[in-house]
């Protein structure tokens, strides 16, 4: 897996971009780095100050395309995406702000049922590569401000976390806009634009998990990346990589684990990486792989069953029947697959109809409790 590190700096500002851009020397660098911008077809509206509107041309952002692309994309998807950044780069923005701002209150979620647009003011602050996740000054979490609102109606809860996001634009697409708002997605720190991904997820009400690459029992022979944390690595090490991981998005109210079968059966590596998430305000919810770990004042959850192991629409069919049945015996139960074409299809045709057989589709964050 090839890693491309774009670190984000913590407030951009697009007027500032529009003169780069028109430099000889920086140029292709800054041409570059707009289509990793709206290629995931969305704008970070971090404009100037006085908070006028900006539109942003796309075709100069789209004709860096590196090949294959735009062909991941139907081209009525391509139109929408394009209408999409626009309007959104139309919208006023108001002066940005990097650190915790008491009493600062997190936005309602829009009339259309999309999420706040990440980085929420008071959750924030710089980093060395981007903004960092941090409890706000009255004590709430990032885990409070980005889970997605629900209220539970008495019926079983049943969860579904959808991950591999973010290195396949059509599977991603297909993720975000067919699957419904209370499907938890999680994304991989990895992709390109992965702001621009995040954004759109957050615009369509999904709640946002970040992969977090940790050491399995058969690395190097299966290897997460440059950035996956070792259960053998110092603290600083870790803390090092895990703050790369972290600033590569805002949005997220919660990681989760990517492999991992060595990292979270050790002790010293497990609690170390728990007090960081707990020192910023996260959730940890797992794939099953640390059902047996305790949180620490942490917000966790562990899925009970992955339901794409067998890439079969039978299969899946009983393992989401499987879950539903679990739900019904003890209330809850949480799910995860991978944004394979079939399973996307099968979560899709399944979430039109669970809660007509009296369950409530809830998003993960819902099944999360300190423990």
């Given at each position: ?87 959104w780069s139309n919208l ?236 019904l015996q003890r209330g ?40």
């Amino acid at each position: 897996m090839a890693m491309i590190a774009m670190p984000r700096p913590s407030a951009p500002n697009l007027g500032n971009l529009k003169a780069i851009l028109t430099s000889p020397k920086v140029g292709v660098a800054a041409a570059a780095a707009l289509f990793v911008a709206c290629a995931a077809a969305v704008v970070m509206l971090l404009g100037p100050a006085s908070g006028r509107p900006i539109r942003v041309h796309l075709a100069p952002a789209f004709a860096h395309a590196p090949k294959g692309w735009s062909e991941a994309l139907a081209p009525a998807s391509l139109v929408w995406l394009s209408e999409d950044v626009l309007r959104w780069s139309n919208l006023a923005v108001p002066a940005a702000s990097h650190g915790a701002t008491p009493g600062a209150a997190v936005p309602a979620p829009s009339a259309n049922g999309g999420l706040p647009q990440a980085p929420i003011t008071g959750f924030f602050a710089p980093g060395p590569g981007g903004p960092l996740p941090i409890i706000a000054q009255d004590g709430r979490t990032p885990f409070q401000a980005y889970a997605r609102p629900f209220a539970s109606n008495g019926r079983p809860k049943v969860a579904l976390i959808i991950g591999g996001l973010g290195l396949n634009a059509r599977a991603t697409q297909a993720a975000i806009v067919t699957l419904p708002p209370q499907i938890t997605l999680s994304f991989v720190p990895y992709a390109e634009g992965l702001q621009g991904w995040i954004d759109m997820a957050r615009a369509h009400g999904h709640e946002v998990l970040l992969e977090t690459p940790m050491e399995p029992l058969d690395y190097p022979d299966n290897d997460p990346g440059p950035y996956t944390l070792m259960a053998t690595a110092d603290g600083p090490e870790t803390a090092k990589k895990l703050e790369w991981i972290l600033s590569r998005a805002s949005g997220y109210y919660a990681l989760t684990n990517y492999l991992g079968s060595r990292f979270l059966a050790d002790d010293k590596a497990y609690e170390s990486f728990l007090g960081a998430v707990r020192g910023r305000g996260l959730g940890f919810i797992d794939d099953g792989s640390a059902s047996r770990r305790t949180g620490g004042g942490v917000p966790r959850a562990s899925a009970e069953r992955v339901i794409d192991d067998q890439l079969t629409q039978a299969a899946i069919d009983q393992e989401l029947l499987k879950l539903e049945a679990s739900a019904l015996q003890r209330g809850q139960a949480l799910g995860a697959g991978f944004a394979y074409p079939v399973t996307l299809d099968k979560v899709a045709r399944w979430a039109t109809s669970v809660e007509q057989r009296g369950y409530q589709l809830a998003p993960a964050s819902a099944l999360a409790i300190k423990k």
